[in-house]
């Protein structure tokens, strides 16, 4: 089975938007040392996924339409330089720069089909 070079992307970026929605899910983990345990630590750690919730819903966005999705996960890699300036620069780089590839591989798969598409 032969794949086109658009899927080959496709299925990467995929993958990688699910390693970084995983990666950020990692630091949700953190409440559960710091409260204890009863009906705040469920709150609270339903409140740290919510960065991950929505990140899903962009890669849910992207598996069926990779150009809405892709401008989604760009917006969503510009976010945490916006929304999180107490931190340092790298701190938001390394948070946001693994959305910003997605963004950017799920556009160029759709450049991909759309201009590739009559083979």
Not at 6 to 22: P, Q
Not at 37 to 64: C, D, K, N, T, Y
């Amino acid at each position: 089975m032969r794949y086109k070079t658009g899927d080959l992307i496709n299925y990467f970026a995929r993958g990688f938007a699910i390693a970084g929605i995983g990666f950020i899910s990692i630091f949700s983990l953190d409440v559960f040392t710091e409260y204890p345990f009863g009906p705040e630590v469920f709150l609270a750690w339903f409140m740290h996924m919510i960065p991950s919730f929505i990140l899903m819903v962009a890669l849910w966005v992207a598996w069926g339409s990779p150009l809405w999705g892709g401008l989604g996960f760009v917006v969503l890699g510009l976010l945490p330089g916006t929304l999180l300036s107490q931190n340092e620069d790298w701190v938001n780089f390394l948070l946001g720069a693994p959305f910003l590839v997605c963004g950017a591989l799920f556009i160029s798969v759709y450049v991909i089909e759309r201009f590739n598409a009559p083979q």
